[in-house]
């Protein structure tokens, strides 16, 4: 990395612990990565290239999960296997035919590494990936070694519904609550003692993380974790505004504010933002707004509706703030306001599989029901808090 001189963060992750953990975690293996483009170390090098390097392992294959290795794609679209241009050896896509590692393909290697930077969210496809990657790897007795990355918004930021049993999906994959206050190698541990047949896990532990940390805090330097998530603002508000994603108003994506705006051409979004202001939701502003998505839902439409701010990290609720704002938007405009019909016959509605029940889709539009799906969430938030105790790795 030349003579850079580089200040010393206040955290280290399993990406910055790679040579030690070579040395002697997986010594002298053929290793397999799954990894994206915010996988990086304190100075800056990207963890395939760290791997690339290693003088006591060999990279044999990487494993590319939704939007990519390098992020260069975006959400939903699907690929198949390559090979990298520059290291010359295999990039098995696991966002194409298949979304687990097939027999095949780990008979290239003898262990799997698994770095990507998550934001602790349910419906954020990387921690399916994960559970997937773990099935595989209990299967075919390959180790799996996590490097574990600091939750972007800390250890306690709990909230939202459980995910109910027969919503499992690829955007909900334990029965976990929207917001899991968990670090990428807590959230494997629990996964693991969940697996009927278990996965030879190992997790190279963050060095100087506290649950009280937020990303800010820990001096390591912030990459996108996908293309519609690329500042740590949009990702402190996605865990509410995902929900858009499953009606028929823009969740921003086409803007240079992905799920910080929200609207549609016949929303009106002074109106929208004077009701949800009159909400006094902690922690939070709404701003009247008016874009033209570039691409996605409505594109090339002129939009009105509100943009997010958030005015107190600490208090806000984004997954309660999400909510009200669903409510609020179908009660202003009634006739307009529509869920995303099913993508194929026999399956929910998408905002199902989102939220984890049918709840929000048949009961948001009632006020009273509404304040009864907050009081429901924050009970099942306040059990997910007791209910992941044991797997806890960080004070």
């Known amino acids: 990395m030349g003579n850079q001189v580089w200040a010393s963060p206040n955290v280290r992750t399993g990406a910055d612990q790679l040579n030690e953990a ?8 053929r290793v397999g990565l799954v990894t994206c483009a915010a996988a990086i170390n304190s100075r800056f090098q990207s963890t395939v290239d760290g791997c690339a390097e290693m003088k006591d392992a060999q990279l044999a294959a ?3 999960c939704e939007h990519g290795i390098r992020g260069e794609r975006q959400a939903g679209v699907l690929f198949g296997d390559e090979t990298d241009p520059r290291l010359g050896i295999p990039v098995f896509s696991l966002y194409g035919e298949t979304k687990k590692p097939t027999e095949a393909m780990l008979e290239h290697v003898d262990v799997v590494l698994f770095d ?3 934001i602790g969210v349910r419906f954020f496809t990387y921690l399916a ?6 099935e595989a790897c209990a299967l075919s007795g390959k180790t799996l070694i996590i490097l574990d990355r600091p939750n972007p918004f800390g250890g306690f930021c709990c909230e939202g519904g459980k995910l109910v049993p027969c919503f499992e999906s690829f955007v909900g994959i334990a029965p976990i609550p929207f917001r899991t206050g968990m670090t990428i190698g807590e959230f494997a541990v629990y996964m693991n003692d969940r697996l009927e047949r278990k996965c030879d896990l190992k997790v190279v532990r963050l060095q100087g993380w506290r649950r009280s940390m937020e990303f800010d805090e820990t001096g390591l330097p912030w990459v996108m974790t996908s293309p519609n998530t690329p500042t740590l603002d949009s990702c402190r508000v996605y865990p509410g505004t995902c929900m858009f994603e499953g009606t028929n108003l823009s969740e921003g994506r086409g803007t240079t504010r992905p799920f910080e705006m929200i609207g549609a051409p016949w929303m009106d979004g002074e109106l929208l933002a004077r009701e949800m202001n009159g909400l006094r939701l902690p922690g939070v502003h709404f701003q009247p707004v008016y874009f033209t998505p570039a691409f996605s839902k409505h594109q090339g439409q002129f939009c009105s509706g509100v943009q997010l701010y958030v005015t107190d990290k600490r208090t806000f609720r984004s997954v309660e703030t999400g909510l009200r704002l669903v409510h609020l938007a179908s009660k202003l405009a009634p006739d307009r306001f529509e869920w995303i019909p ?3 016959e026999g399956r929910k509605h998408f905002i199902d599989y989102l939220t984890g029940s049918d709840l929000v889709r048949t009961k948001v539009r009632d006020a009273v ?8 969430w924050s009970k099942d938030a306040d059990d997910w808090r007791r209910e992941r105790e044991p797997f806890l790795l960080y004070d």
């Open 22 to 29: 070579a040395k002697t975690v997986f010594a002298g293996a």
């Open 342 to 344: 099913p993508f194929k």
């Open 62 to 64: 990487l494993f590319a």
């Open 369 to 376: 029901e509404t304040e009864r799906i907050v009081e429901l």
């Open 129 to 134: 990936t994960l559970a997937y990657v773990m």
């Open 116 to 118: 990507i930077q998550d």
